[in-house]
């Protein structure tokens, strides 16, 4: 079965650097998430979409936005990169006909020195 | 605001015995999804077990079956006939089902398990 793919798996940027990350849904999924995990952390939620618009904001620095594009694959732009960003990044998709079961993708280990 | 409580920090348990791993929460609503998360050394994060609110009856995946309490707000997961390969980080998760698309999951700190040979 596909799975939801995440691109960079490996990313290292310097400080105030951009970084932008990728996430393509499992397909017919209609929303996507995306969750930062620090070492050593929870998950911690940063936005979703639902058919290409905004529809929950969490935790999400003002330096970071995201968002879904027509074929529903979603990116999340980081912008004036600093250590604490350091983290594991998942997107996960789900589909609103249901019990809205999220599925992770493998996630993007980011590492800014 | 809703909170997820992992109380152990840490487990182990001998291969093939049964272990459980306990989780609560704390909501005002009554209509809820609580989920249970497998992140083994790779990091994915894998759906082990989900439970529906409104479910009386508790949910069974494989060796994998939850304790829903509902009243004391208690989501314990149990794993029976333990495997080496289910050494893993396990986290408990709460999603609202007050509306149809917003629904982020809210997880607990997490319970690292041990599975000794």
């Known amino acids: 079965a596909a799975g939801v793919i995440q691109s960079p798996r490996h990313l290292i940027k310097e400080k105030r650097e951009t970084a932008t990350l990728k996430c393509y849904p499992i397909?017919?999924?209609?929303?996507v998430y995306w969750y930062q995990q620090g070492p050593g952390q929870d998950p911690q939620f940063l936005i979703s979409?639902?058919?290409?618009?905004?529809?929950d904001k969490g935790s999400i620095p003002d330096r970071f936005s995201a968002q879904q594009f027509s074929d529903y694959h979603s990116e999340l732009n980081m912008s004036s990169l600093e250590l604490g960003d350091s983290a594991l990044y998942f997107c996960?998709?789900?589909?609103?006909?249901?019990?809205?079961?999220?599925?992770f993708g493998p996630g993007t280990r980011l590492t800014v020195t | 605001a809703q909170t997820v409580t992992q109380s152990q920090p840490e487990m182990s348990v001998q291969e093939a015995e049964t272990v459980t791993l306990s989780c609560t929460y704390d909501?005002?609503?009554?209509?809820?999804?609580l989920f249970w998360y497998k992140q083994p050394p790779s990091r994915q994060m894998i759906l082990v077990i989900r439970?529906?609110?409104?479910?009386?009856q508790n949910a069974t995946e494989n060796r994998f079956s939850v304790n829903f309490q509902k009243a004391a707000k208690s989501f314990s997961l149990k794993i029976s006939d333990s495997q080496l390969g289910d050494a893993a980080m396990y986290f408990c998760?709460?999603?609202?089902?007050?509306?149809?698309?917003?629904?982020?999951?809210?997880f607990g700190k997490g319970t690292k398990l041990s599975v000794k040979p």
């Open positions: 996960a998709s789900s589909f609103t006909g249901g019990v809205n079961e999220q599925y």
């Open positions: 397909p017919r999924h209609d929303t």
């Open positions: 979409f639902y058919e290409k618009m905004q529809s």
């Open positions: 909501t005002s609503e009554s209509d809820y999804y």
């Open positions: 439970q529906e609110a409104y479910k009386q």
């Open positions: 998760a709460y999603r609202s089902a007050r509306y149809r698309v917003q629904g982020n999951l809210i």
